[in-house]
């Protein structure tokens, strides 16, 4: 599997679990094609399951690592 030793992969925004994108457990192929990419906050690490899913390593990246703005003024 592919190593991503240069990744910074936020932590899990609903366990808090600091993610290795060099296991191979966490960014991996879904499809043979490789054009379906998965980013897991996996449970053997103690996290929660929460994924993401993109068209490449990439993508799965900056969407893993997208945080909402929220507002908390009322």
Same mark, same amino acid.
């Given at each position: 599997?592919?190593?991503?030793?240069?990744?910074?992969?936020?932590?899990?925004?609903?366990?808090?679990?600091?993610?290795?994108?060099?296991?191979?457990?966490?960014?991996?192929?879904?499809? /043979?094609? /490789?054009?379906?990419?998965?980013?897991?906050?996996?449970?053997?690490?103690?996290?929660?399951?929460? $994924?993401?899913?993109?068209? $490449?390593?990439?993508?799965?990246?900056? /969407?893993?690592?997208?945080?909402?703005?929220?507002?908390?003024?009322?």
């Amino acid at each position: 599997m592919a190593k991503f030793l240069d990744a910074d992969l936020k932590p899990c925004p609903f366990c808090g679990s600091k993610l290795d994108p060099n296991d191979d457990d966490c960014i991996y192929p879904v499809d /043979r094609e /490789r054009k379906t990419w998965q980013l897991v906050c996996y449970e053997h690490g103690g996290g929660c399951s929460a $994924s993401v899913l993109g068209s $490449s390593v990439e993508d799965v990246i900056e /969407r893993w690592n997208t945080r909402v703005e929220v507002n908390n003024e009322t």
